[in-house]
């Protein structure tokens, strides 16, 4: 069993910052694709980004409502992955998911794969 708990969220203005943190416990982290989606009220569960590390070789994905201006990281020490959103947008306002798929996942920006999933974090972002 993995358990994620996810930290960071908040109200910040449009043009703000902030960064999320996903903790992990339960298995051996380096072999997780880690993922962010968000959800906003009445919408789809939208992907965020996602970073996979295979053989030494990390890769991330964006999508495409974030890239350019969100970055996610991992520190397999500490069993944490990080989303640094910059340039935060009143459309960025959703509750934001972290989650944890076993091994090199093939579609990490399918919610499906993920097996596992965090409470949850509420970002806000006011015009």
């Known amino acids: 069993q993995v358990h994620l708990v996810e930290s960071g969220g908040g109200l910040v203005q449009a043009g703000g910052s902030l960064r999320l943190s996903c903790a992990a416990s339960?298995?051996?982290?380096?072999?997780?694709?880690m993922g962010w989606f968000r959800q906003a009220p009445g919408e789809e569960r939208e992907f965020v980004a996602a970073?996979?590390?295979?053989?030494?070789?990390?890769?991330?994905y964006y999508g495409d409502s974030v890239k350019g201006r969100f970055t996610i990281s991992r520190d397999n020490a500490k069993n944490t992955v990080y989303l640094q959103m910059n340039s935060l947008k009143p459309e960025d306002t959703a509750v934001h998911y972290c989650?944890?798929?076993?091994?090199?996942?093939?579609?990490?920006?399918?919610?499906?794969?993920?097996?596992?999933w965090g409470q949850g974090t509420q970002v806000t972002v006011s015009s």
């Open positions: 970073i996979r590390w295979s053989g030494g070789n990390t890769n991330t």
């Open positions: 339960g298995r051996t982290f380096s072999s997780f694709t």
């Open positions: 989650a944890a798929a076993f091994g090199v996942v093939t579609t990490p920006t399918n919610p499906n794969p993920y097996a596992y």
